[in-house]
């Protein structure tokens, strides 16, 4: 089922798990908040939990909650790129769980330039869960129509939009170190 982004954020608010379109791939997503949505996304991918998920925000504003910062520049290092297909990993705040973590002590955020992502968290008002939408180990998917035939009765719908035209996913940085992890 195609959702609108209001029917989305609805659909969120409601504790359901969302796909959307992101930079290169169709994303999985809920309220990053809400203990038992993590758990069924996790089990939805059978993802392991010491994993972690990423969150995607509209603007700083809205991961800041989850992030402890130490220092400025691990911040400026991440603006530079911001908005834009561009992961950080930074120390996480006590606002996230073990299940956003995967148990570290670090978060992994990213300011989207996308604009469903864009208008997603915008209508939300908070930063949402980001992973790939698929069953762990399995390539991601990049047709809605097949995120609809593997989630089907799983998820809340997919979210109209195209994909942002990426041919891989976002990169992914230390922000204390700047080193590239993928």
């Not at 949402?128 to 939408?133: D, E, F, I, Q, W």
Request: glycine share 8%.
């Amino acid at each position: 089922m195609l959702l609108s982004v209001e029917a989305a954020v609805t659909a969120v608010h409601a504790g359901n798990i969302i796909a959307y379109p992101t930079e290169a791939i169709y994303g999985l997503g809920c309220d990053p908040d809400n203990q038992i949505s993590l758990q069924q996304l996790l089990a939805l991918k059978a993802r392991d939990s010491n994993k972690g998920l990423i969150l995607v925000g509209s603007d700083w504003q809205q991961l800041n909650p989850f992030v402890e910062l130490t220092n400025q520049s691990i911040l400026d290092r991440a603006l530079e790129s911001w908005p834009g297909p561009v992961t950080w990993i930074m120390p996480a705040s006590d606002r996230c769980s073990a299940l956003l973590t995967g148990g570290r002590k670090t978060i992994a955020v990213r300011v989207s330039a996308h604009t469903v992502v864009r208008e997603l968290c915008i209508e939300y008002g908070n930063a949402l869960v980001s992973t790939s939408a698929n069953i762990s180990g399995e390539a991601p998917l990049r047709q809605a129509e097949d995120v609809a035939e593997a989630f089907a009765s799983q998820i809340a719908g997919v979210v109209e939009g195209k994909l942002g035209g990426l041919e891989n996913a976002t990169s992914i940085f230390d922000a204390t170190t700047g080193v590239q992890l993928r």
